[in-house]
């Protein structure tokens, strides 16, 4: 079969298209015939790493979707033809999560990835994809989509009436916005490009604030929110956002932690969240519960995920490229 193995040095340049064997699934494993991944900002940091050593011959990715080619023996829940998506933490399939589910991340140093036309897993890895979604769609799920639940409503609690503050076009930024119009709440949108406000505004978005316009857009947060704050902040972007988030958030509020996307840097004044009543929640994905949670969710509300550009399987470097770009409004994939 053909897989994608990183070799060499950092960046895109280390992504090789080999042949390997393909691979058979042993007692409690699944084989998927995999038909579609996605590409997510930790996927950009992985490949940068490459030259550091430690991940030559790591297949990457960790969103991926496909049809069951294959079950090993005492596997019942499953059978060839199922169309299914992987988990992000292979070993996280319920309860609170653990240090130890670290390691279980698909696409890390430490183990292999989806960017490959045959995978093998744990048949508690897999999730079943909602009827409605093809498998371009339900490749985009497993990290971001299950991101922006197991934050924002799980455990942010994200209802009716509640103000969503979201930064960004991306994946957890767009899957943030329509979870939100879906439970009826006002969504709040920043972002760089008015094109991309537009696409937004089409989504359900309330308010839209073009950072570049308007840098203090903290400032603009609490006048749209007639001093009051947003309830849910969805914090995409580190130490460049985190302080004005801080600012923007309301009384007994909730900043979804989930991203570090301008960098590492100095820390943030904390000081206003103690005197708000307000809570960080911080977010690494979710479990296989949250997963199947989260797909009844789209199922109920015929929500699709917004995808935008396809690659195919020969172009995986183009998608690194095209994700690196920022240009993007929604997801990128590979389909195999």
């Known amino acids: 079969m053909k897989a994608y193995h990183l070799q060499g040095n950092a960046g895109v340049g280390s992504l090789v298209r080999v042949d390997v064997v393909k691979p058979e699934p042993a007692n409690g494993e699944v084989r998927i015939r995999v038909e579609a991944a996605s590409l997510n900002y930790r996927d950009l940091l992985i490949l940068d790493a490459a030259g550091q050593g430690g991940l030559d011959g790591r297949v990457p990715l960790c969103d991926g979707a496909g049809v069951v080619d294959a079950v090993g023996p005492d596997v019942t829940q499953w059978q060839v033809g199922d169309c ?92 943030g916005l329509q979870f939100a119009v879906a439970l009826g709440a006002r969504v709040i949108v920043i972002s760089s490009a008015n094109a991309k406000l537009d696409r937004a505004k089409a989504l359900g978005a309330s308010v839209l604030i073009n950072y570049r316009d308007t840098p203090d857009w903290d400032v603009a947060v609490m006048k749209a929110t007639h001093g009051e704050g947003a309830s849910h902040v969805l914090e995409l972007g580190g130490p460049g956002t985190y302080d004005r988030s801080i600012r923007s958030v309301a009384s007994g509020g909730k900043i979804v932690q989930i991203g570090v996307l301008t960098g590492f840097g100095p820390k943030p004044d904390l ?16 479990s296989i519960e949250h997963f199947t949670a989260l797909n009844r969710f789209l199922a109920e509300h015929a929500i699709h995920p917004i995808v935008d550009t396809i690659f195919g399987f020969d172009e995986a470097r183009e998608a690194f490229a095209h994700l690196r770009s920022g240009s993007h409004f929604g997801k990128v994939v590979v389909r195999l």
């Open 84 to 175: 299914v998506a992987a988990g992000y933490f292979r070993d996280w399939v319920s309860g609170p999560f653990k240090p130890g589910y670290i390691p279980s991340a698909l696409g890390s140093r430490t183990l292999d990835g989806v960017l490959a036309e045959y995978v093998v897993l744990p048949a508690t890895a897999l999730v079943a994809v909602p009827k409605h979604l093809t498998s371009v769609e339900a490749a985009t799920l497993p990290c971001a989509a299950v991101t922006a639940w197991h934050g924002l409503v799980t455990r942010g609690g994200l209802r009716k009436g509640n103000t969503l503050l979201v930064q960004g076009t991306g994946g957890v930024a767009l899957f």
């Open 271 to 286: 000081a206003r969240l103690q005197w708000e009543n307000a809570d960080i929640i911080g977010v690494t994905v979710g």
